[in-house]
């Protein structure tokens, strides 16, 4: 049905933003025959192959086609923005049969709006329609925690652990998942380390860690209401108000419509 092209700061972060797509579309769709067909969708990197394109693959890829891309971002542009300026002006090469969708996931990592992830699709083309922006605040671990239950007595103790110790640091670990920090050296709020301990996980979270999609799976309701200032709601909206937009032959947009 369509391909989704998508680029992310790291594995968790692709894994994370590609699972919550096709919920958000198959509970929340409008439109009943995107419901009906999530489980024909396409995940592939920016070159076409399965999968996605991590940020450290991205230099490699640009000037691997430097000679024909021209990717001059303008000045002001920092951080994720540019990101996904260079991003977008790559994807503008891509050639797909069916429509793609380009999906951005990146931590905001305490990043002001100016230079977020959104800037740079503005900047790079405004009339981009077809780009869904998964920004995490702080980080992807947060998401995960916005959908965390303790599955059992030792897990409610950690939980209790977490929640003492980020108190007076005007912290916790479920209801205020946004004021977690990323990379802050010995940070009792790190996303990370919180979400590594919390869920018993010997080392960083990974997204296809069965504990991790138990919390990825929790009601769409509860990770709205848990991370409304995380940016997943959001992410949630964006993805069914354009998956649905290519839907109206009006507005079906092609790749390079980017």
């Known amino acids: 049905m369509f391909t989704i092209v998508t680029c992310a700061e790291d594995e968790l972060a692709a894994r994370v933003a590609q699972h919550l797509f096709r919920r958000a579309l198959e509970e929340n769709s409008t439109v009943d025959h995107v419901r009906d067909n999530v489980d024909t969708l396409q995940f592939v990197d920016l070159e076409g192959n ?47 049969e069916a429509i793609t969708i380009l999906v951005l996931a990146y931590d905001r990592d305490g990043r002001d709006a100016e230079h977020g992830l959104r800037a740079g699709v503005r900047a790079a083309s405004p009339q981009a329609d077809n780009v869904v922006v998964a920004e995490a605040q702080p980080e992807f671990d947060a998401w995960v925690v916005c959908g965390f239950e303790p599955a059992n007595r030792l897990e409610h103790e950690r939980l209790q652990t977490w929640i003492a110790q980020l108190q007076p640091l005007g912290a916790n670990p479920v209801t205020s998942p946004e004021r977690l920090t990323s990379n802050v050296p010995g940070d009792a709020r790190d996303a990370k380390s919180l979400v590594q301990g919390l869920l018993g996980l010997e080392g960083q979270a990974k997204g296809n860690e069965p504990r991790v999609l138990d919390c990825l799976d929790r009601p769409l309701s509860e990770l709205r209401q848990r991370g409304a200032l995380t940016g997943l709601p959001s992410f949630l909206d964006e993805v069914c108000r354009v998956v649905d937009a290519t839907q109206l032959p009006q507005m079906k947009l092609t790749a390079s419509d980017v």
């Open 50 to 96: 399965p999968g996605w394109t991590l940020n450290r693959d991205l230099e490699p890829i640009l000037e691997r086609h430097g000679r024909r891309i021209g990717v001059h971002p303008p000045r002001g542009l920092g951080g994720n923005a540019l990101r996904a300026y260079r991003v977008i002006r790559f994807a503008r090469t891509l050639r797909h």
